[in-house]
């Protein structure tokens, strides 16, 4: 699966209503609620949106005749085959009457160009991990868990040396347990925890 890198946005005039749609990778709920927050339009006349998690999915056609609207946009997220994605599809009414096929073909495209647009990057599960290792080799230990990808959350210091938990892509768990064997003789100690799915 991928997922979008960034937001991206893109604007399109169809039939005197402007179409205004805005994409971004979304990892949970609470992103879904605090992006359409953020690019929601009060003014427009409709705010439409559509989102897929893992095996979850949503969307709304926002007072817009059933279907013409949520599910395009949902179709244009599956049809690229993204994951943890979010697009909201604003329109303000130009006066002219689309009809339902014209919602769908309106909404589906802007929201499918907007996406084209992005730049797509493959989601790859990873593993929560505790790293506890002396003081010694902390920056040793540091410049493995970059060369790893490890995307570090949370370190402490103590009398024992440094806990770091960060997660890190699956497939260099074990590589980066024997990185440390060597440079700690065996004395580092990871504990590989559960997977904390794509990112």
Sequence with gaps: ????????????????SRFIAFASPVAGHKETLDFYTSVADPSATHNCWAWRIDGAY?????????????RPILAAIEGRQLNRVMVVVIRHYGGIKLGVGGLIRAYGGTAARCLDGGEIIILR???QCLLQIDFALASAAYKLLETFESKRQEE???????????TIPSEHVKPLQQALANISKG??????RRLTGPA
């Design 125 to 127: 599960p990873r593993r």
């Design 156 to 166: 402490q210091y103590d009398e024992r040396g440094l806990e770091v938990r960060f």
């Design 1 to 16: 699966m991928n997922t979008l890198a960034s937001q991206c946005r893109y604007e399109e005039l169809i039939r005197k």
């Design 58 to 70: 949503r969307s709304s056609d926002d007072g817009e005749p059933g279907g013409s609207a949520g």
């Design 187 to 192: 004395k580092a100690r990871l504990t590989v």
